[in-house]
């Protein structure tokens, strides 16, 4: 099979048009090739391999519908640029941003209506290093409503606690990382235990639910 070939049967045709995909093609992409796609996204990025897009036309074009291909739970922090990073456009993917990508009520049902109202492919939930809101849970930070949010990180840091021998504090870069990983499988796991309807489609492989860290340094996305 020709490159241009293999590029049009994952989808990865429109990093080059910049056409907004439709349904149908939506429809046809099975979970793996839509990571193998933001895979080749994030390779892309890192290595400045970017296209410009038309994004005035997209936003006209899109009016029409959305058919994104997966939906990121992503941090707050406005140093990970999601779409960016992945090399993705308008209409491409829902992103959910929460400080902490942590799980609650309302991040569910954004899920659940991304993919089975809108029929996303895959759940990413990405953590990041130099994470704020990891530092801030380590440091036991307390101040108004962030109490609440820092909690939701804090056993992250208390199964890290259990089991990390060297310097537990945020300024130890290999424990805020161990830290962040714990907090995105935490967040996968509260996905599959609170939301029975995505953890069915997950049994049904209609969709898949992964994990990942986003390094500032390098811009490289590692899947967990």
Partial sequence: MGE????SELGLEHILTGS?????????????EVLVILKKGNQEFVEDNLTVRNNSDRIRTAVLGQYPLAVVLSCLDSRVPVEDIFHRGIGDMFVSRVAGNIVNEDILGSLEYACKVSGSKLIVVLGHTH???????IDDVKMGNITSLLSKIKPAVEKA?????GDKSSKNDEFM?????????ISIDEIRSKS????????????????AIYDMKTGKVDFL
């Fill in 20 to 32: 907004i995909r439709s349904k149908e093609e939506q429809q046809k992409l099975t979970p793996s």
């Fill in 131 to 137: 994470c704020g809101a990891i530092q801030s849970a």
């Fill in 161 to 165: 606690n259990s089991f990390y021998k």
């Fill in 4 to 7: 241009q070939e293999n590029k």
């Fill in 196 to 211: 029975p309807i995505l953890k069915e489609m997950e049994d049904l492989n209609e969709i898949m639910i992964v994990g």
């Fill in 177 to 185: 990382d161990a830290v962040c990983h714990l907090n995105v499988q």
